[in-house]
């Protein structure tokens, strides 16, 4: 079974910048997407980053592009997503996620359904 394991989060000020981490207890290594999710109170559940693991091939919700950069740290079988310039709109619960090595994932990264496991979220606070 796999298991995720987000950190990172917490409360910063409009402007100010976080890191979060996904810890990934299978190896660091296979064709597979991992991805970052986000919902915020009283809305759905989007695609906010994603990275394939084997091409490093990325997608970025239009939202965060240029203030959000996902990486990967196969060695550390961990998953990071480096957010600067926040504002109030990017507060919400933030999950991360992984496919099933060998299946086709790098064209619809920002979709729940290519994902198979996930995290239990880590909090994203952000106050102007």
């Known amino acids: 079974q796999v298991q995720l394991v987000e950190s990172g989060g917490g409360s910063v000020q409009a402007g100010g910048s976080l890191r979060l981490s996904c810890a990934n207890s299978?190896?660091?290594?296979?064709?597979?997407?991992m991805g970052w999710f986000r919902q915020a109170p009283g809305k759905g559940r989007e695609g906010v980053a994603g990275?394939?693991?084997?091409?490093?091939?990325?997608y970025y919700a239009d939202s965060v592009k240029g203030r959000f950069t996902v990486s990967q740290d196969n060695a550390k079988r961990t998953l990071y997503l480096q957010m600067n310039n926040l504002n109030v709109e990017d507060t919400a619960m933030y999950y991360c996620?992984?496919?099933?090595?060998?299946?086709?994932?790098?064209?619809?990264?920002?979709?729940?359904?290519?994902?198979?496991?996930w995290g239990q979220g880590t909090q994203v606070t952000v106050s102007s």
């Open positions: 299978r190896d660091g290594y296979g064709n597979l997407c």
């Open positions: 990275i394939h693991r084997g091409s490093g091939s990325t």
């Open positions: 996620a992984t496919s099933i090595p060998g299946r086709p994932c790098s064209a619809a990264m920002e979709k729940e359904t290519t994902y198979t496991y």
